[in-house]
């Protein structure tokens, strides 16, 4: 498909799952109550649910096209680094500490903290070369070290109250965030999304291996440091404020990548379209599959995750097949 | 037509892992020479042409492209002064052949983002043709065979249009119709001005093709200048350890392997 047009495609899915969110409720599109209600309802609930879920599922979706054009791995997400790992950490210390009861916006300030101390770690770690291998590594023992830390936290709640608390916020979801969440995590989320989109070109050479790509004008150690702060901006704060929504950042890019001519660059901006379509879709089925609001969005993107990814290996068995 | 400049290389020396790979190496070439760069396994062939390439710096001596050193210049302008086609051939994505060689317009500030300039598509049209891969530009590269995709990845070289091209085995895998050809475009490049470093394993097309060459053995230049007097009986002898024979068949210079010397 051309791809000015899978463009245009894309952006109108991802417009008109944004205006579904901001207007569709548990009771369809009618709003009860004043005016002042209705008011306070669209502002002030919906519109931080919708333009999370655009800037989320946006930053998910091209975190993973970047990411997997890097590491040149058709299966690399954008908790690959282990940073989103972090964020869930910071998070998690927040609730068990009581800190996030205190403080406003104690939790994704922590997100935040957590996710800045594993881009430092994962940092000293990978080192001074540029190889794929050596990022990945670093990358699976930060995000292994964050996760035992988190299951230590688990462990040791308070109270099964707490632990609860911290195992739904662990599932992702877009539910009561305010505005101030989306002005916290929006500058952040800009920059790094810019930095990743700004890797196009030099993924493309990458698709030749790093000899080539590096003969056709890219720096490897300059890409490595886009990358991995791009990541650590974007998804860092994008987990910090709704926790690990799964699968979205593996699964667009996959299902896109057919879609376009190819290279890993032409997949950037259709990713970040079909990112935020997938999550603000996701999260308005939401509302009609679990108007109560117990199941997490999290979750649901898992639910359609695996099946996916069941279908992928069914439908690529015989190519992937030796 | 980018203009080629002497490439010149003094005193390389290169340590991997503690073990010396290169030693006191010289290397020059001009404008419209032709130099095929032999040697055993692990003679260093391979690291040579990615410190000439600029892509690993020497850990002594240095790369003089003209009069600038090529640590010192950006990587773009390198990309447009200097193709280089490593021994490696994958490709990581399932792209089109055009596509694939269209990433050697990259350097020239091309590419799928920012669309092709007319110079841009002529420079793809005359690598594809030069290698015989026209018919295939619409195939994706996971469907060719590897010498298909050999032909492919050395278009994507050539279509960087730069004034010294270096490839790493770029015969290897190819059927005789196509090694000759390949060599046949090397040799018309090189008439163009522009300067080739080749290595390579078959000493026959090397001595038939290039003037020149250079024989590395143990990271040291075991003899270079002409190729005729470079690849002789008793130098093969020297660097490779074999017993050879030299003949000429129908006006061809032919390389025998006899055998292993005891």
Redesign the interface.
Known sequence: MN?MRLAALLGCAALAAFLLSLFMGVDGFTVAGSPEARRMILLEVRLPRALLGFMVGGTLGLAGAVLQGYL?NPLAEPGILGISGGAALGAVIAIHSGLAQVVALALPLAGLTGAALATLALTVLAGRGTGSVTLILAGVAVSSLAAALTSLALNLAPNPFAASEMLYWLMGSLTDRSLTHVWLAAPLMAIGCLLLAAT??DL??????E??A??????PTRLRWVVVSGTALAVGAATAVCGAISFVGLMVPHLL?PLT??????LLLPSFLGGAALVLLADVALRILSPMGDLRLGVLTALIGAPFFLWLVLSRRSELAP | MSRATTLSASGIGVRLGGREILRDIAFTISPGELIAVAGPNGAGKSTLLRVLAGLTPPDAGSVRLGDMDVRTMDRRSLGRAIAYLPQDRTVHWPLKVRAVVALGRIPHGSGPQRGESDIDRAMIQAALKQTDTEALADRSIGELSGGERARVLIARALAQDAGILIADEPAAGLDPAHALALFETFVAIAAQGRAVIVALHDLSLALRYCPGAVLLKDGEVAASGHARDVLTEPMIARVYGITAKIAEVAGVPCVIPVSVRP
């Open positions: 791809a040149r196009a070109r493309d050479a990458l698709s030749l291996g000899a080539a590096q003969n056709l004008g890219v720096d990548r001519s190819g290279e890993p660059g032409q």
